[in-house]
């Protein structure tokens, strides 16, 4: 196909269209300041604790997709991706007890704070069997797409990222976590070619929503909300 006639996929084009704000979840002061080595720890500690809040409510919402897919998908294949991707949360929690012990973050003391009591609300609200699976899967996308891109650049060259973080910068930003990221695209992506207006505009409108919540989420660990 000639390059001026190739089709730009939808999720291009929103990132295209709503790149500021893309950017500002992907480049925010929080990340860029783990990659320029000025974090202040006790920001890295509180998204940690918030973290492991948001994580624990991100399992049912990952089952629920899981469900969606076993019901409405044209593809089984999506249904291995989305088990991969509960195998991988299941390791994640894990390591969220260890980080905190190693940081002493105490867990069980640790209170939600509003923004991620908010964003935890909104993944409930994603659960109901009445969002349909193409508006579920893509914010899913969206959601482990910010932690791979915001994670990764603090891996990238020039990085002066700590040491001490290096770990939790690879968990996200790691090549693996990239390639399921690109997975998901591509699942959004065939979905939403098939999908209504309605359904394509839902979608959008949730992308939109994640970003601004992520958004929010890294101002709440520099204790900015
Ligand atoms: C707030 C938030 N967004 C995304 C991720 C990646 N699973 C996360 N752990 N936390």
Redesign the pocket.
């Known amino acids: 196909m000639e390059e001026s006639n190739k089709e730009i996929l939808m999720i291009q084009k929103w990132l295209n269209q709503h790149n500021e704000l893309y950017t500002s979840a992907t480049r925010h002061p929080f990340t860029l300041s783990i990659r320029d080595g000025s974090v202040d720890l006790s920001a890295f500690k509180r998204w940690l604790g918030q973290?492991y809040i948001?994580?624990r409510a991100?399992v049912p919402f990952v089952a629920s997709l899981l469900l969606k897919a076993w019901k409405e998908s044209d593809d089984d294949s999506d249904i291995e991706v989305i088990l991969g991707g509960i195998a991988a949360l299941n390791d994640?929690v894990s390591w969220f007890k260890r980080e905190a012990s190693k940081w002493s973050v105490p867990l069980s003391a640790t209170v939600p704070q509003k923004t991620n009591l908010e964003?935890c609300r909104f993944l409930e609200s994603l659960m109901s069997p009445e969002v349909d699976y193409t508006v579920a899967v893509t914010a899913f996308w969206a959601?482990?797409a910010?932690?791979q891109e915001s994670y990764a650049h603090c891996l990238s060259d020039g990085s002066k990222t700590p040491e001490e973080l290096k770990e939790t910068c690879q968990r996200?930003g790691n090549d693996g976590f990239g390639q399921y990221c690109h997975t998901l695209q591509n699942i959004a992506n065939r979905r939403l070619e098939k999908s209504s207006e309605d359904i394509i505009s839902k979608a959008e409108a949730t992308v939109i929503r994640v970003l601004e919540y992520?958004v929010e989420?890294w101002n709440m660990s520099r204790g900015e909300t």
């Open positions: 973290d948001f994580v991100f994640e964003y959601i482990e910010v932690y996200w992520e989420f």
